[in-house]
């Protein structure tokens, strides 16, 4: 099974990453092929070794709407490319966005958290 994991800008040092890492390797243990998609990348580089993962977006303007639309073609240009079974999003928000950008590519894919 392909999985997508999407989340926002992490800093690189808390809780979550750890969470993501374990799950991801757990999940590859189990023959699923999981990818993480950053929106805005990570601080620290160092918990992202090992785990495939892309950047996408840039979080250095201060402008909200900028900073959206700097994700959002990228963001969907590859996780069309990726072709995931599953996309699990890491908060509220991401979810939705992640719904509404399959209901635009007409796909069936699941979006859950």
């Known amino acids: 099974m392909r999985i ?7 800093s690189g040092l808390g809780g979550m990453e750890a969470v993501f890492r ?3 390797q757990e999940l590859g243990r189990n023959q699923d092929e999981v990818k ?7 601080l620290d580089k160092y918990w992202l070794q090992d785990i495939d993962h892309v950047e996408i977006g840039d979080q250095r303007t201060d402008n909200a709407l900028k900073r959206r639309y700097s994700f ?9 490319q990726y072709k995931p079974d599953v996309i699990i ?11 509404w ?13």
Not at 4 to 10: G, H, L, Q, Y
Not at 89 to 99: E, F, M, R
Not at 101 to 113: A, F, L
């Open 36 to 42: 993480m998609f950053l929106m805005g990348g990570s």
């Open 101 to 113: 950008m399959m209901r635009i590519m007409n796909r069936k894919t699941p979006v859950g958290s």
């Open 89 to 99: 999003g890491c908060d509220p928000n991401v979810v939705c966005y992640c719904k």
């Open 4 to 10: 997508a994991i999407v989340s926002n800008k992490r």
């Open 22 to 24: 374990t799950v991801m």
């Open 72 to 80: 959002t073609l990228p963001l969907f240009r590859q996780i069309r």
